[in-house]
């Protein structure tokens, strides 16, 4: 079992920026990739940002390239999202997933934390 702790949501104003943290810890060794998604009211959830775990490479959708940035530290387990130039379409409860090794689906899911861009 992989165990995830997201943190860092909050409200921000149109063209602000957050950093969201997850955490991970259990069996790490099982995580492949760890994956970004978000769900806004009425919305499908979507994956926004993935990164590989062994490698680093990444993936950023393209409601964010060039907005948000995915990046993850070895030493803590933690992935993060740096969000800038935030915009209201950006609000809904952003969700850190891990892909496990053998089953190629994103397993583990956190909690959710809230993300609002507003005035």
């Not at 060794?29 to 490698?55: C, N």
């Not at 990046?71 to 993060?80: A, D, L, P, Q, R």
């Amino acid at each position: 079992q992989v165990q995830l702790v997201e943190s860092g949501g909050g409200l921000v104003q149109p063209g602000g920026s957050l950093r969201l943290s997850c955490a991970a810890s259990g069996h790490t060794f099982d995580v492949y990739k760890m994956g970004w998604f978000r769900q806004a009211p009425g919305k499908e959830r979507e994956l926004v940002a993935a990164i590989t775990w062994s490698t680093g490479s990444t993936y950023d959708s393209d409601s964010v390239k060039g907005r948000f940035t995915i990046s993850k530290e070895n030493g803590k387990n933690t992935v993060y999202l740096q969000m800038n130039s935030l915009k209201p379409e950006d609000t809904a409860v952003y969700y850190c997933a891990a892909q496990g090794v053998a089953s190629g689906e994103y397993d583990y899911w956190g909690q959710g934390t809230q993300v609002t861009v507003s005035t």
